[in-house]
């Protein structure tokens, strides 16, 4: 009887540890707890899983991004005082641990006028936002700062290269991109300074 069980055991362990279980996205068939590995753990969480009343493999969600919210225009004014605040270029981040990722961006620079767009995408260890200036009409003849809300589902626990692409910082500007260890952080914020307009007000 115990090796009939024993059989019965590697029987399952087959079906459910090698069957297309999550072939979604970096996740290979196997990955049980959704690790981005197939590896010993899944053997565990299989047999917590069978025997002990665990979770059940896990049902990956395929990465997806959207806007959430955004403020209205901070300023467009060439000439105008300018808000030292505003020459900070921000992304505030909160992460749920399991999934989904929210993205604050503070201080984003586009169109007075925009209609707000962005891309976004996930490759290996590399999550980006390409935000676009999709204009209705032409726009305005100014640009202006906004705070814009993203949240990214799919996102699972790892280090990752983050990289905000926006329109309208010049070549001398430092790029938002930095890592983000989702593995031990929930939280973070990272900011670059900005000297031209729309950030600084003054003629430059």
Not at 4 to 25: H, Q
């Amino acid at each position: 009887m115990k090796w009939n069980g024993l059989y019965t055991f590697l029987t399952l362990f087959i079906l459910l540890a090698f069957a297309p279980l999550n072939a979604v996205g970096d996740f290979p068939p196997g990955d049980n707890d959704c690790s981005g590995f197939v590896d010993i753990d899944d053997v565990v969480y299989l047999i917590q899983y069978l025997y002990a009343g665990g979770p059940a493999p896990c049902d990956p969600v395929e990465f997806s991004g959207s806007i959430t919210g955004n403020t209205g225009c901070k300023y467009f004014d060439k000439g105008a005082d300018t808000d030292t605040t505003n020459t900070w270029d921000c992304i505030e981040w909160s992460y749920d641990g399991v999934s989904t990722l929210q993205i604050h961006h503070i201080n984003a620079g586009l169109n007075c006028c925009p209609i707000f767009a962005a891309e976004f995408s996930i490759t290996e260890n590399t999550i980006t936002i390409e935000e676009l200036d999709s204009l209705e009409g032409g726009g305005c003849d100014c640009n202006c700062l906004f705070d814009i809300d993203y949240e990214l589902v799919g996102v699972y626990p790892g280090v990752y290269t983050f990289h905000v692409i926006e329109p309208y910082i010049q070549p001398s500007d430092e790029e938002l991109i930095f890592e983000m260890d989702l593995t031990e952080q929930t939280t973070g914020i990272e900011c670059e300074r900005r000297y031209f307009y729309p950030w600084n007000t003054e003629e430059y």
